[in-house]
């Protein structure tokens, strides 16, 4: 795998991964480094988000990465996931 990447996100909780989506809509190969540390990771369901009220937050990261997978190569650090 070519390892030349475009952009590095570190983080991939909400704003994270949101914004590797963004780059990846805009073509760039982006390499996340996470931790899996989210600050709501430990909550129930989320509150608020429109169409995820109530949702697990790993479910919803969960989705975030699938989504992800639609756009250039990205990769999610695997080691600190
Ligand atoms: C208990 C709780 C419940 C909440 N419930 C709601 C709710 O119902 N509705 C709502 O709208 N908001 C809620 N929030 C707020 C919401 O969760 C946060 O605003 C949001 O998750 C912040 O997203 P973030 O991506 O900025 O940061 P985070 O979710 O904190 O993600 C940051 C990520 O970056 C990683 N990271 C940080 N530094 C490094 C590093 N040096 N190397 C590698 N990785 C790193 C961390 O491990 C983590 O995975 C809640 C927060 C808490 C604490």
Same mark, same amino acid.
């Given at each position: 795998?070519?390892?030349?990447?475009?952009? *590095?996100?570190?983080?991939? @909780? +909400?704003? @994270? /991964?949101?914004?590797?989506?963004? /780059?990846?809509? +805009? =073509? =760039? =190969?982006? #390499?996340? *480094?996470?931790?899996?540390?989210?600050?709501?990771?430990?909550?129930?369901? *989320?509150?608020? #988000? #429109?169409?995820?009220? !109530? !949702? $697990? $937050? /790993?479910?919803?990261?969960?989705?975030? !990465?699938?989504?992800?997978?639609?756009?250039? $190569?990205?990769?999610?650090? $695997?080691? !600190?996931?």
């Amino acid at each position: 795998m070519d390892t030349t990447w475009d952009c *590095i996100v570190v983080g991939a @909780g +909400a704003a @994270g /991964l949101s914004a590797a989506l963004v /780059l990846g809509r +805009a =073509r =760039r =190969r982006t #390499l996340v *480094i996470d931790a899996g540390k989210q600050s709501n990771r430990h909550t129930a369901g *989320i509150g608020g #988000l #429109l169409a995820s009220d !109530r !949702r $697990p $937050p /790993l479910d919803f990261y969960e989705t975030g !990465r699938v989504e992800l997978a639609n756009y250039p $190569p990205w990769s999610c650090d $695997p080691a !600190r996931r």
